[in-house]
């Protein structure tokens, strides 16, 4: 990462997402660890849920977010394999104005060094609609590390360059 520090570090306001239907509070490892890195990283974990893998619910919970102000991106995690029950995709196909291809690209190619071709099986994406980013992660320990550690750790980061996420937030909702 190119830190450039003559710019100041902007933490933003994060909502992170759980997609599981067996996954607790108590046993939610993949949440934990994001929830710690997010923290670490300076930004604002403002709110965390576990929802069912349900895409109606997962739309109505995306939406509620996506529309609250005070929420600038969603980070989830589970529901993005290829099983008749992992519908995180669809539900953001269902919100989204925007795909951030590179962002599944560069996933795989991260993990790829992890687990070999099994990273096929993966479809991590990223969308950005109504002004706010939503990033889907895998649900396993060593996907959200992949996913936080290689890709949004950097583009979170304001001081990040050549570009970032962060610095792009005031123009998302241009017409």
């Avoid at 989830?76 to 029950?85: A, D, K, V």
Wanted: proline share 4%; aromatic share 6%; hydrophobic share 40%.
């Amino acid at each position: 990462m190119a830190v450039d520090i003559e710019r100041a570090f902007r933490p933003i306001n994060i909502a992170l997402l759980t997609v599981s239907d067996t996954r607790t509070a108590e046993n939610d490892t993949s949440g934990d660890i994001l929830a710690e890195r997010i923290k670490s990283a300076g930004h604002r974990l403002v709110a965390r849920a576990i929802e069912r893998d349900d895409a109606n619910v997962l739309v109505g919970r995306l939406n509620n977010w996506i529309d609250d102000p005070q929420i600038d991106a969603i980070v989830s995690t589970g529901g993005t394999g290829l099983t008749g029950r992992d519908v995180t995709p669809e539900a953001l196909d269902r919100v989204k104005e925007k795909d951030i291809p590179g962002f599944g690209e560069l996933f795989r190619w991260i993990s790829y060094r992890s687990i070999g071709t099994s990273t096929v099986q993966s479809r991590a994406m990223a969308v950005v609609t109504r002004g706010t980013y939503i990033f889907a992660l895998p649900g396993s320990n060593g996907a959200v590390k992949d996913g936080w550690d290689g890709i949004l750790a950097e583009q979170l980061d304001s001081r990040n360059r050549p570009c970032n996420f962060v610095e792009l937030m005031p123009r998302l909702r241009e017409k």
